[in-house]
Each structure stands twice: as C-alpha cells, then as structure tokens.
C-alpha cells in the first residue's frame, strides 16, 4: 500500500453502520493505481452527531463526503447549499468541500445508473421506449430523475404500495412522463417496454424472491437490477435465459463514485473490468 504525506487530500463515506460499504476499497484501488497522495475512510457516525460530523469534516481537513444511509435525506439539511439534482431526487449522496469549508450536496445515484447502462448496453437508445422501474424508494427516485433526463418518454413505476409510487411521482414526475400501475399489473405493464429496472430489494440475498413474470416483456430489451448481491439475481437470470440484454447492479456503485472522486482528488477515473474485480473480491 502507498504511504500518504502530511498534505494528502481526504475524502470518506459516512453512515451507521458504515462497515458494509464497498466505497473505501473502491477508492482506495483509484488512489492507488492513479498514484494520488490521498485517503479515503469510513466513518461510522451515530445518528445524533451526524450534523455536527458534516459540519467538522473541513476544518479537519476534508475535501468531501460520501453519505449512506441512514443520511441520505438527513444531509440535504445540513449543507450551505444544494444542485438541482440533489433537490429532485429529495436525498445526498456527495458532498463538496471548498478551500473554506463551504458544502456543496449533490446526487451521483442516477449518473452511476445512467453510465452503468451506457457502459454494459451501448446499443440501447434511452429514448427508444416506455422503462419500468420496479419499487419507489430513493433508489427509484434517483433512477427515474437520470432516465427523464436522458430522453425516456415515459417511465411507469409500479410498488407494492400504492401510495408511495404516487407520491414519488408526484415529486419528480414532469406531467405525464409517469405512470403509477398498482403492483397487481406488473407483469402487463411490461409490454412494448424498452428497459426494465427492479430498484426494490426484492431478490436480494437474505430477502424475498421478485415474483415476475416476464413473457410479456420484448426480448430486445433491457433488463437491469441494481441489486448486486447476488450479482446476478434470478431476474437477471431469467431475463439472460430469453435473449434479453442485462446488466448487473455493481457497475451503478463504481460508476456513481466517479463524480465525487473527480471533484476531491482531481483525476477522472476508470470503471474497469479490474476495478470491477477488485471491489468484488470482498463479497
């Protein structure tokens, strides 16, 4: 491992608890490899010093923050200012030191989710058809934001609770680019659709199975998950097995990192297939 100096740039992802987060060896192999006098840490802050731990970090010498959860929304109160993204979205997942210790909050989720497809599926046109996004959570919210923002005439959301998908729709939607389906209509809502996106954890190891169906789905479209644990989900596996185009969920993570390094440590990274391998190695 490279040894840091008493000038390195410092950047670290907050959240409680924090040991899950694949963030730090994500950094940590770009710091290494692009041979950058820095560091990059997790810091496990309780609930009730959250505030004051975003408030700390510059004058401790900090360029810039990663949040997880539990602070994603809880961030957008405590920094002097926020992007039109991060607003949409309603959560923080980047924040932004200047040299005075000024924060600047924004939301990387859905440009990771945007360059993940682009990088996995190229040949697919965000503009080709209708997406189905699968849950309402703040994942949902990011993803849907990313995809009207590259050119998706319409993206019907189902939940298995009604009532959320409205209320995010009415948050982010623009007229009548969303459509809310109940959960029950999940498997018609799939024709004609270009891309489908599951945003819920359903599927996920330790959680419940997806119960879909996808016959009714065009075998030319896509299917993404952004789920990586397993990193290939059953919905994947069963898209993949009828001929349709999948990507997995890892590369949103690695993808969505790269804004808030270009910002601390001053390089554009890449997302490569040995980055992809390194952050993997731990699961």
């Not at 859905?110 to 965000?126: S, V």
């Not at 993808?255 to 910002?263: I, L, N, V």
Request: hydrophobic share 45%; glycine share 10%.
């Amino acid at each position: 491992m490279k040894a840091i100096s008493g000038k390195a740039r410092l950047a670290g992802v907050m959240g409680w608890p924090v040991n899950h987060s694949l963030s730090p060896r994500l950094h940590g192999y770009w710091l290494e490899t692009l041979d950058i006098d820095g560091a990059y840490v997790p810091l496990a802050v309780a609930p009730d010093n959250a505030a004051d731990a975003i408030a700390i970090l510059p004058k401790l010498g900090f360029r810039g923050l990663n949040v997880t959860v539990p602070y994603k929304e809880t961030a957008m109160g405590c920094v002097d200012s926020l992007d039109d993204l991060a607003r949409r979205i309603g959560a923080v997942n980047t924040i932004i030191y200047d040299e005075d210790g000024y924060s600047h909050g924004t939301n990387t989720d859905g440009f990771g989710f945007i360059e993940n497809i682009r990088q996995h599926a190229p040949d697919y046109d965000f503009s080709s058809g209708p997406v189905i996004v699968l849950g309402a959570g703040g994942a949902a919210r990011a993803v849907i934001v990313a995809l009207m923002d590259a050119g998706a005439p319409e993206v019907r959301v189902t939940n298995r609770t009604l009532e959320r998908a409205e209320v995010l729709a009415a948050h982010t939607g623009n007229g009548g680019d969303i459509k809310v389906l109940p959960w029950e209509q999940r498997n018609d809502a799939l024709v004609d659709a270009a891309l489908l996106v599951n945003t819920t954890t359903l599927g996920m190891t330790g959680q419940r199975a997806l119960d879909i169906e996808l016959q009714q789905l065009p075998t030319g479209a896509c299917v993404t998950d952004i789920v990586y644990a397993p990193l290939e989900t059953p919905l994947l596996a069963d898209a993949r097995e009828r001929g349709n185009i999948v990507v997995d969920g890892i590369g949103m993570l690695l993808h969505q990192a790269r804004p808030g390094f270009k910002a601390w440590f001053g390089e554009d990274p890449d997302v490569s297939e040995a980055l992809r391998a390194h952050v993997l190695e731990t699961r």
